[in-house]
């Protein structure tokens, strides 16, 4: 274990290239930093589109960001892209790197910056090729702290550098103008403060998508049954399972994916009773936003990546699995495979239920 003192450090950077689920996950990490040295610059390398996202939310003093696409681009493109990247980070002459993204590219990255201190997993979560070599000096293990959920892998990082760990699940307060303008949207569609339920049907591959016929009976169920509204939220490249369910929906429902930044969407998930969805980035942001979850999962396990610090119900079909999409499943990566399609409706509505009767007496108290 390494400890440093605050007057060694000055910067740090945190290399976190993957989703939002992760930034949010890895927010912990960059708060209990701040606590431990105060004042010290934190920057983030991280997708062009989270950027705002971390600064406006003091997660991280600065980021340097790249392009997602340029990265899955041509050898020149991905080359080029590599080489502003390392040119920008450099230039900050870092006094210490962890790199949570634990891939090829970002030891190459962490390479090439040349911090005096180094923090990388080991063993890493693919073994190193023939000629790869792990640049870090500092090792730390896959999860920290004795726990099992991701959360603890992007907090394994403070155990290793002695750091104690003072806050333990995400919590990011939306911003004053985006909480205006989440009221006023739920003004505009005639919502209520925590009198709609957000479901959230999209990810990043079909086969983690639950089936938008079944959001929509779900949506009939509980609509019928509470009276609460029910609003889409997502992304731009996510309007096509939101189509479907409001194609089959009898209930009304307020459509606003695609609508919504990051940062909107934080404060309008803070709004709601209650948040629906597939796992998924959405589903940490609601969670750390203070929201109650339902979270339906496929192949990845709730153990490692349901919603934490807030009350969630996090479902999952039983194995061992009757496949129903075999030209579709690449099992066993969770990322490629359709579990989430076993998952019938009773048992999401009923978790909705659950967690309506659970918050209930705590709803009236706040109203």
């Known amino acids: 274990m390494l400890q440093i003192s605050p007057a060694q450090l000055r910067s740090i950077l945190i290399l976190q290239m993957k989703f939002i689920g992760d ?67 450099r230039r900050f002459r870092f006094d210490l790197t962890i790199d949570l993204t634990d891939s090829k590219t970002s030891r190459i990255i962490v390479g090439f910056v040349n911090a005096k201190t180094r923090v990388g997993y080991d063993p890493p979560e693919r073994p190193l090729r023939r000629l790869e070599r792990q640049p870090a000096n500092v090792p730390a293990k896959p999860f920290g702290f004795g726990e099992r959920h991701y959360l603890y892998r992007y907090l394994s990082p403070l155990e290793a550098l002695g750091v104690d760990l003072r806050v333990r699940v995400p919590s990011i307060r939306p911003l ?6 989440a009221l006023a949207l739920l003004d505009r ?6 009198a709609f339920i957000a479901v959230h049907a999209g990810a990043s591959f079909q086969g983690r ?3 938008p016929e079944r959001f ?32 089959r929906a009898a209930s009304p429902v307020v459509d606003l994916v695609g609508a919504l930044s990051l940062e ?16 998924s980035g959405p589903m940490h942001m609601a969670a750390a936003a203070g929201s109650p979850v339902v979270g339906l999962f496929g192949l990845t396990s ?13 479902l999952q079909p039983f194995m061992p699995c009757e496949c129903v999409v075999g030209n579709l499943c690449r099992w066993p990566d969770p990322s490629k495979a ?18 309506l009767s659970r918050t209930e007496v705590g709803l009236e108290h706040a109203l």
């Open 23 to 89: 930034i949010v996950l890895a927010s912990t990490l960059a708060k209990n930093l701040q606590l431990e040295y105060p004042g010290v610059r934190i920057v983030f390398l991280c997708e062009a589109r989270f950027a705002s996202f971390l600064t406006a939310h003091g997660i991280a003093s600065e980021v340097v960001a790249f392009r997602r696409a340029r990265m899955r681009g041509s050898p020149l493109e991905r080359g080029s892209e590599l080489y502003m990247m390392v040119r920008t980070l």
């Open 176 to 181: 004053p103008l985006e909480t205006a303008r």
């Open 189 to 194: 569609h005639h919502l209520r403060r925590k």
């Open 209 to 211: 998508r639950w089936q």
């Open 216 to 247: 929509a009976a779900v949506v009939d169920e509980i609509s019928r049954e509470s009276g609460l509204d029910f609003v889409l939220v997502g992304g731009p490249d996510e309007h096509k399972p939101a189509e479907q369910i409001l194609a």
């Open 264 to 279: 909107t969407l934080l404060a309008f998930l803070r709004q709601a009773r209650l948040f629906l969805g597939n796992e």
């Open 302 to 314: 709730p153990i490692n990546w349901g919603p934490v610090g807030v009350l969630s119900v996090a």
């Open 338 to 355: 359709c579990w989430v399609w076993r998952l019938a409706v009773e048992p999401v509505v009923g978790a909705v239920r659950e967690i």
